[in-house]
């Protein structure tokens, strides 16, 4: 990235390579996970935290190349996939041995870069700070994302009911098939009023919003007694106003957090959760990754230009050919069965 900017700022280079510090690994990247945070920095709107890679990339997965001191439970040749503060699209990429996960049994070594950010948001956000319940009504606006779709799979198989928004027809219907039954398409239809008339005028229990600004008071209209609002994206905006009375009535809580920016070690105590909550799960089919398309990281301004579209279903992926990739997608294009997911 050379400024901020469209795509066209995006390109390749050489640089040199990273060296592990202690308690830090060396991981050879097979393929990085695109992430609207990408876009975000892109356009000059969120840059990376103090002291970490300007390059962009927030998720990977690949093979560890080398151990900084003190690493333990970790070797040279393990698969893995990353959670990141940057520097994930690249060749090679400098970890906190805290971020590192196993690939899950199953999974392939490429579609594993699809887990890490969405796998750690859902979980820290839906389970670990909104306390999603079985039985209880997630509504997950934008529903056909990355975000979305793997919300949609761990709520499922949570033992929870889950609401959708979404765009198109097309997008509503992958959710169903990945477990959805409220499917509302927010450019013709009310999500509050569908939700409340599919929960005989309840409303949903949680809700996970990516929209921002334009959403917030409709979120908490939503809401069922005691009912939580988690947001993690501003798609929409910063800045809204919000009933108090509203909120009083239901009893509700409005939570906003982010990933990228916290302490290390709040990172690898998420991490932590995921391997031991959230890999069963991955590991027994119940959840898995939905890819969209797999492109070779010279196309990195096309795979920007897919998420700005916003027609794509689940991840987009960069290849970098590293990490044995060839073995898990090699130099695969668009995807239009969604990975074989949907």
């Known amino acids: 990235m050379r400024e901020p900017g469209g795509t066209d700022v995006l390109g390749v280079e050489e640089v040199p390579d990273p060296a592990p510090g202690p308690g830090e690994v060396l991981v050879e990247v097979a393929a990085a996970g695109v992430n609207r945070a990408d876009l975000m920095q892109r356009q000059g709107q969120y840059p990376p935290p103090a002291g970490e ?166 979120n908490v209209a939503v809401l069922a007694p005691g009912g939580r609002v988690a947001i993690i994206g501003m798609q929409g905006g910063r800045r809204a106003e919000l009933d108090l009375g509203a909120l009083l009535a239901t009893r509700g809580v409005v939570m906003a957090t982010s990933l990228r920016a916290r302490p290390r070690a709040e990172k690898a105590a998420i991490v932590a959760s995921v391997r031991e909550h959230v890999w069963p799960y991955v590991e027994d089919g119940r959840v898995r990754p939905v890819v969209h398309a797999r492109l070779p990281l010279d196309d990195v301004a096309r795979a920007h230009e897919v998420l700005e579209e916003s027609s794509h279903v689940g991840k987009v992926l960069l290849l970098t050919g590293g990490g044995a990739a060839a073995g898990g997608g090699g130099s695969a294009v668009d995807d239009d069965e969604l990975g074989g997911t949907a």
């Open 53 to 218: 890679s300007e390059t962009l990339g927030l998720e990977c997965s690949g093979v560890v190349a080398a151990l900084g001191d003190g690493v333990e439970g970790w070797a040279v040749g393990d698969e893995v996939c990353a959670l990141l503060a940057g520097g994930g699209y690249a060749e090679h990429v400098v970890v906190p041995a805290g971020q590192l996960l196993p690939v899950p049994r199953g999974v392939d070594l490429v579609d594993a870069a699809a887990l890490p950010e969405v796998a750690c948001t859902v979980w820290s956000n839906i389970f670990m700070s909104a306390g999603l319940r079985e039985g209880e009504l997630l509504l997950v606006h934008g529903g056909g994302s990355g975000i979305g779709t793997f919300a949609i799979q761990l709520a499922r198989a949570w033992g929870a009911r889950v609401a959708v928004t979404a765009g198109s027809a097309d997008k509503l219907e992958a959710c169903r098939g990945l477990g959805a039954e409220v499917l509302v398409n927010y450019r013709e239809q009310d999500f509050v009023e569908q939700v409340r008339a599919a929960t005989d005028g309840r409303g949903a229990d949680v809700v996970l919003d990516v929209v921002g600004a334009p959403y917030l008071q409709r």
